[in-house]
């Protein structure tokens, strides 16, 4: 696999941002066999949480490897803590994720597929509800959602905020994000997370598949416990949801082990 650190400008963020790129490359080593095809590359958008950025998710966990025998090409951006929206007081980060970036790659990266069947959206914690929020709002876009840890999305902060030590300066960010420090406050509006699953599985003959996982000791259960009920409530299963949990907390070993377990996914699909 080759690995690219892309510094790129972006008008709709009016400002130079940069992406990490993992390409397929036929290549053999250690624990590592590289496939490459001679089509185009199927993609997996890979988002990062609240408090990371782009290279992330190469320093914490093996995903080049895990990605490697698939022959997808895996794009990771960044989006400062922005939850993946266009803030009320800041940058135009949904459109720029949602629209500009697979523009600008497609013109970079001349075999990348633009096939919803071969575009996958994931991402922990804030990547996982920006995942979430991006693939659901474009379902012609992505064939698949992967949400890991999912916890900072409105309007389900107070079945956690509470509990972490953190919370009041998460708070103060809402205002820039939404307009309003409690995000809670949104049920009803179009920020609404619950009302837009029902939504577009109302509104589109065909949506993504979702993947869904939560660690067992993470304090934002209660949030995954919300969003399965939520899934789960629509008749016939549209999204094909699943979810899954296991032993961990808010941490890179739970994130690892499941994203490896969620591009497993990906391969079985390709099989049929």
């Known amino acids: 696999m080759a690995l690219l650190h892309v510094n790129l400008h972006s008008d709709v963020l009016n400002m130079d941002t940069g992406i990490s790129v993992i390409m397929p490359e036929r290549m053999q080593g250690i624990g590592l066999a590289g496939k490459e095809s001679k089509k185009q590359y199927p993609v997996l958008w890979l988002l990062h949480g609240r408090s990371d950025d782009h290279t992330i998710w190469m320093r914490r966990t093996s995903i080049e490897r895990y ?6 090409m895996v794009v990771m951006p960044e989006v400062s803590y922005s939850r993946y929206l266009n803030m009320v007081h800041g940058p135009k980060y949904y459109d720029f994720i949602s629209e500009e970036l697979p523009r600008l790659c497609a013109r970079l990266f001349p075999r990348m597929s633009r096939r919803r069947e071969e575009n996958y959206i994931a991402g ?4 996982g509800g920006g995942a979430m929020w991006i693939g659901l709002h474009n379902p012609r876009q992505y064939g698949v959602i992967c949400m890991l840890s999912t916890g900072g999305i409105a309007p389900l902060e107070g079945l956690w905020r509470g509990k972490d030590k953190n919370g009041a300066g998460y708070l103060k960010c809402n205002r820039d994000i939404y307009g309003v ?3 809670d406050s949104l049920a009803g ?3 609404d997370i619950l009302k837009v699953i029902k ?6 003959a065909v949506v993504p598949r979702v993947y869904h996982a939560m660690g067992t000791e993470d304090i934002r259960y209660p949030v995954a416990m919300k969003l399965k009920e939520t899934f789960e409530s629509i008749p016939g299963n549209p999204y094909r949801y699943e979810y899954h949990e296991g032993p961990g907390s808010h941490e890179w070993v739970f994130w690892d082990e499941w994203i490896e377990k969620f591009l497993g996914t990906l ?5 049929q």
């Open 67 to 72: 990605a490697a025998p698939l022959g997808i």
């Open 124 to 127: 922990l914690s804030m990547g």
């Open 181 to 183: 420090e409690d995000s």
């Open 189 to 191: 509006t179009d920020y």
């Open 199 to 204: 939504e577009t599985a109302e509104e589109h």
């Open 267 to 271: 391969k079985e699909e390709g099989e």
